[in-house]
DNA sequence: AGGGAATATTCCTGTAAAGGAATGGCTGAA
DNA sequence: TTCAGCCATTCCTTTACAGGAATATTCCCT
């Protein structure tokens, strides 16, 4: 969807954590709680962000509501990061960052 | 560094926005206030943020200062997706799988 | 139908963060 | 030295959000 939502869920530590368990495979509410210490209601909490923002998908199983991820969000931001990918593949401006950073070095050259 | 400041500072529209200005090249902060119809002290605030967070830095040229993007903080998030990217080009269901799992399971314990 | 387990929701409270307005600090020029 | 432009910081107010506790809901089992 939009970005935004995808950024501001991952911008909170306990569900980008989520996100990093699921990544692994789907899991019950209950093991999240579990494995990050915390309360199931702030779990569920959780969940609802991400899931507002596309981030996991549920399913049903009985007693409980399996959580996986959904990885279309993940791969709009990895398209995006990929807008910066030839920034930093740039050699013209690390280039010159270094080529400054050689000239001020290079006239202390034994220097603190 | 952290990736949680990288994720906070881009959960910000504007922020978001600013750093994509800077993806075309450095610039002073009047003109980033101009081109996104912000007020200056916001967009220093912004900055302050983003500075804090490794995706900006500064020069100071005369009475200006001019920003620049910092691709580090970028590449860590990009490495951080890879690890996703193997989820997303996994063609297995794996809820399906973990589903049959828990079935299998529940049928055990008390017969049937 | 009743009970228990797993999960979602609500209410409350504290805190962090964003925007607006005003101000302070530098820098170059006359 | 004084002025003017550019930028950072502070104060204030409002809003959003996270955690805790309690409660509602849904499902399975007997």
New binding site residues.
């Given amino acids: 969807m939009n970005m935004n939502a995808t950024l ?1 869920a991952l911008a ?1 530590p ?2 980008l954590h989520i996100v990093e368990l699921l990544r692994d495979g789907p899991l ?3 093991d999240i ?1 579990d494995r990050l210490h ?12 991400l899931h507002d923002a596309g981030l996991v998908g ?1 399913q ?1 199983a ?4 399996i959580y996986k991820l959904e990885t279309r969000p993940l791969q709009e931001l990895d398209a995006w990061l990929g807008s910066f990918r030839r920034v930093w593949e740039d050699r013209f401006d690390q280039l010159e960052d270094y080529l400054q950073e050689l000239q001020s070095k290079a006239k202390k050259p034994d220097g603190d």
Same sequence: chains 1, 2.
């Fill in positions: 501001s909170e306990n569900r019950p509410v209950g709680a915390l309360q199931q209601p702030q779990v569920s909490k959780h969940l609802r962000v549920m049903p009985a007693n409980r509501r």
